[in-house]
């Protein structure tokens, strides 16, 4: 089970094929506390991550404890939202959007270092 | 006939007394409500510590109202020596603007009080009278008085100031006036819902002082949006009210949700349920179709934005279903109510099927079917794979969260609604009439859009064969032969539930009723027991349940009566549908033209008015909607192919009606009709 921010994001490169996820486009950036950034550039289903700041359409700021809460399945990303544990600028449409392809993936898979990584499409 | 005024704008309102004070107990309803959270319970204005009277209220726009007051002389003998006027406008917060007018010769010396609190309870708290889980706090900062709420992370804070100088206390704000002869003293007072758990801290409200032209947050004034709906020439006098009305509180209700940005739709109703109201939104979309059809393309967009992905118990989620309510309240955020969002509703799903085909019908926008055809198909699916639970060819429900889900999922969702002829409960899963009708007209509808746009024929000649074994099923299964109507459900024991109710109009409108069975039932829906005068009742008179002031259980619905009059042009009964308009839009006139929720289902006879339900929303949205579908009804609208088609029955009560400029795929047309249909007379074949 993954423990860090690092090896929760890295669960996330697998590609997910859902019809419902064809609108899914644009770069969400997770702001974690005292850690570190990522950004996940997304482009129908697949995901390409990249560590630090930069550029992107929403910005996520959450603690780390929270972040691998929402990845693991643990904490709906919404109400954690409607919480005040996440905090959220840009995008909200896209927003929503990230909520939807966090509960449509497969379970985590065998955590993976969070590296520039892009994933192929099938 | 009510002691509140309420302006709105968005999911932020502002529900006050008459004097314009918000004056509340913990569970009365009244307060300035944000993003479902009440971010001010106690708003009080007094002056030498007495509260002055009302001397005239007006809501000038959906967002603002001004009251004027004047102290109690306690005798006409002796004039007031001074007035107050209170100016409010309301978003983000309200500004209230607060003048004192001195009258007399004489300088006065006057202390004036604003007293404030906050419980900031979420809506769900005020409706079940809930405690608070966090703790409150008071500050005086920055010349600002500072009401919060912190529970964890959830913080939400009302920051409250004046423009001229006062002392500021953590009760409230004092003025100690000293106005010279015919003078008068000013000050702005802005209330901001400062901390909302959205964007960055909100320091000012939206609309500043003598911001007259304030543009509502609908992307258009309200001016605009008026003069973009159909012209109504009618020489009926009070119908010009009620299509004024509808118009306005129409566009008052529209409000954006930020997960789904730049487009807004209708909420449902104030003041507890300015939401995302799945079904709500997809019928006042329906109803307002010939006038604003931009509401149904937004409605359907922000749906299947959020249309159900996965099976989740404590949501009533399920893929493809559509969803039944969204807030952003305390008690959704910590999953305590499931609304983030809630899908429990059985009958949302089919709507959004219907609307889709509806609007494609009237504006041409083949596009937009083509974009949600994913999501279309991902509806038709949960029909039948989730809808039906137990596979015996009917949409059920029963929920799946016993602990705060809903009993009933079908649109009367009080917990008492589907009883028996005797009055006994019936048992979940219950398969309710209408939701029959509305899949049996979904599936034929999405049949056309199957062959027109989804290049897919296979599709639309099982969508048809299906229809066409649930409308053979349904008139067997749900007719009730002895008492010649069809049943309001079948229940978890398949059981017949045996009352007579409104629900049966629905199945005019779905198409889903044998001819000689809906002949039976417009005359069951137009005799004594069912129709009170002044509308169809929920329940009829005589059912065990009856009772013309429980919420489904005998009180008239306008929007219930809106479908069953458009249901029966559908069958041709162009009379009968007439006289529930006329009864309908008569009653509007006893509210000021804005027709409440329900109201009771007294008989006519017996009350010289229509009687208000209650603790009815107003407005509310499908409510609102009324009118303008019985406009519809009345003037026999259609959409045939590129052509608007009319064919009136318009009783001669109304004598000329005229809607000019209806938009459409047509671009615009006029359709008029004069007054011919005696709806005091029964047509013969209602005789039985």
């Given at each position: ?6 090896e929760?994001i890295?669960t996330l490169?697998?590609?997910?094929v859902?019809p ?6 644009g ?6 506390e ?6 996940l550039s997304?482009d129908?289903?697949?995901?390409r991550?990249?560590?630090?700041p930069?550029e992107?359409d ?33 995008d ?16 985590p898979?065998?955590p ?8 192929e499409?099938? | ?8 704008e ?5 529900v ?5 004070d ?25 002056v ?6 009302v001397?005239?209220?007006?809501d ?14 306690g005798?006409i003998?002796?004039?007031p020596?001074?007035?107050?006027i ?7 917060g309200?500004?209230?603007?607060v ?7 004489e ?10 609190s906050a419980?900031?309870a ?11 889980k966090?703790?409150?706090?008071r500050?005086?900062?920055d010349?600002?008085l500072?009401?919060g709420?912190?529970r ?22 004092r003025?100690?006036?000293?106005i ?8 702005c ?12 801290t ?15 947050n ?18 009926w006098?009070?119908?010009h009210?009620s299509?004024?009305?509808s118009?306005v509180?129409?566009?008052a ?8 940005p730049?487009?807004?739709?209708p909420?449902?109703?104030?003041p507890?349920?300015?939401a ?6 997809l ?9 604003a ?7 359907l ?10 099976r ?10 559509i969803?039944?309510?969204m ?15 809630y ?10 099927l219907?609307?889709?085909d ?5 504006t ?17 699916s949960?029909i ?29 969702d009080?917990w ?6 005797d009055g006994?409960m019936?048992?979940?899963p219950r398969a ?20 027109l ?14 229809a ?13 032969e ?11 024991d ?19 009723a044998?001819?000689?069975?809906a002949?039976?039932c417009?005359r ?19 059912e ?7 919420y489904h ?10 479908i069953i ?9 162009r ?14 006139q ?15 006879a017996?009350?010289s008015?229509p ?30 192919g590129?052509?608007l088609l ?10 000329r009606l ?23 007379e ?5 005789l039985?």
């Amino acid at each position: 089970m993954h423990e860090t921010a690092a090896e929760a994001i890295g669960t996330l490169t697998a590609r997910v094929v859902d019809p419902r996820l064809r609108r899914l486009k644009g770069t969400c950036r997770f702001d974690v506390e005292d850690t570190g950034s990522w950004r996940l550039s997304f482009d129908e289903g697949g995901v390409r991550i990249a560590e630090g700041p930069g550029e992107a359409d929403c910005a996520v700021s959450c603690r780390e404890e929270d972040l691998v809460r929402a990845i693991r399945g643990e904490q709906n990303l919404i109400t954690a939202f409607m919480q005040g544990r996440l905090r959220i600028r840009g995008d909200y449409g896209l927003f929503r959007q990230l909520h939807q392809f966090l509960r449509l993936r497969p379970p985590p898979a065998t955590p993976l270092a969070a590296t520039e990584r892009p994933v192929e499409p099938p | 006939m009510t002691d509140t005024l309420s302006i709105l704008e968005g999911n932020t309102f502002v529900v006050s007394n008459r004097h314009g004070d918000i004056d509340c107990s913990p569970d009365e309803p009244q307060g300035l409500f944000h993003q479902d959270t009440r971010f001010l319970s106690r708003w009080r204005l007094t002056v030498n510590g007495e509260r002055p009277s009302v001397l005239s209220t007006d809501d000038l726009q959906y967002f603002s109202a001004q009251f004027f007051l004047v102290p109690s002389t306690g005798t006409i003998y002796v004039n007031p020596s001074f007035s107050v006027i209170r100016k409010r406008a309301v978003g983000g917060g309200f500004h209230e603007d607060v003048t004192v007018l001195n009258h007399s010769a004489e300088p006065v010396e006057l202390e004036l009080r604003v007293e404030a609190s906050a419980d900031f309870a979420d809506l769900f708290e005020v409706k079940d009278a809930l405690a608070k889980k966090g703790h409150a706090y008071r500050r005086i900062e920055d010349g600002r008085l500072v009401l919060g709420y912190r529970r964890d992370e959830f913080a939400r804070e009302t920051w409250i100031s004046s423009s001229a100088p006062g002392e500021i206390d953590e009760d409230g704000l004092r003025f100690r006036l000293r106005i010279e002869p015919h003078g008068q003293w000013n000050t702005c007072l802005e209330v901001v819902a400062a901390l909302d758990g959205w964007d960055e801290t909100r320091d000012r409200v939206k609309y500043g002082h003598g911001d007259d032209k304030a543009k509502p947050n609908v992307g258009m004034s309200l001016d605009g949006w008026l003069a973009k709906a159909p012209r109504l020439e009618t020489s009926w006098r009070p119908l010009h009210r009620s299509y004024t009305r509808s118009l306005v509180d129409l566009a008052a209700l529209r409000f954006y949700s930020k997960l789904t940005p730049g487009q807004a739709l209708p909420a449902a109703g104030l003041p507890w349920f300015m939401a995302v109201f799945g079904r709500d939104s997809l019928l006042t979309s329906f109803q307002s179709l010939p006038f604003a059809p931009d509401l149904a393309e937004t409605t359907l967009r922000v749906l299947s934005a959020q249309q159900g992905t996965i099976r989740d118990d404590f949501r009533d989620e399920e893929p493809g279903k559509i969803l039944h309510e969204m807030r952003w309240g305390e008690m959704t955020a910590f999953e305590e109510r499931p609304h983030s969002p809630y899908f429990g509703s059985a009958d949302t799903t089919p709507l959004f099927l219907i609307l889709l085909d509806e609007l494609e019908r009237w504006t041409g926008n083949g596009e937009l079917v083509r974009q949600l055809e994913h999501e279309a198909r991902a509806a038709l699916s949960w029909i039948d794979e989730y809808g039906d639970r137990d596979g015996d060819g009917y949409v059920e429900y029963q929920t799946r969260n016993a602990k705060t889900g809903l009993e009933n999922q079908c649109w009367k969702d009080s917990w008492n609604s589907i009883l028996f002829a005797d009055g006994s409960m019936s048992r979940l899963p219950r398969a309710t009439c209408e939701i029959q009708g509305y899949v049996y007209d979904a599936k034929l509808r999405c049949a056309r859009l199957a062959r027109l746009f989804w290049n897919d024929s296979a599709l639309a000649e099982r969508l048809e064969t299906e229809a066409a074994e649930l409308k053979l099923r349904f008139n067997r299964d749900f007719w009730i032969e002895d008492r010649q109507f069809f049943a309001l459900a079948l229940d978890g024991d398949k059981r017949k539930v045996d009352s007579l109710t409104s629900n049966i109009g629905h199945l005019l409108w779905s198409g889903i009723a044998d001819e000689d069975k809906a002949l039976a039932c417009v005359r069951h829906l137009m005799a004594e027991r069912l129709f009170s005068g002044w509308g169809v009742r929920t329940m009829a008179e005589g059912e065990g349940g009856y009772n013309p002031i429980g919420y489904h259980l005998g009180t008239v619905w306008p929007h219930d009566n809106s479908i069953i009059a458009w249901g029966m042009r559908r069958y041709g009964y162009r009379r009968e549908a007439a006289r529930i308009a006329l009864a309908i839009l008569e009653a509007a006139q006893f509210f000021d033209g804005r027709l409440p929720e329900a109201f009771a289902g007294y008989p006519r006879a017996l009350t010289s008015y229509p009687v208000e339900y209650p603790t009815a929303c107003s407005p509310q949205a499908w409510a609102t909607g009324a009118p303008l579908l019985l406009l519809r009804a009345m003037l026999g609208l259609q959409p045939i192919g590129d052509q608007l088609l009319v064919d009136p029955a318009i009783p001669r009560q109304i004598d000329r009606l005229e809607i000019l400029g209806i938009p459409g795929r047509w671009n615009r047309a006029d359709a008029f009709g004069r007054g011919m249909v005696d709806v005091a007379e029964p047509a013969r074949e209602m005789l039985h």
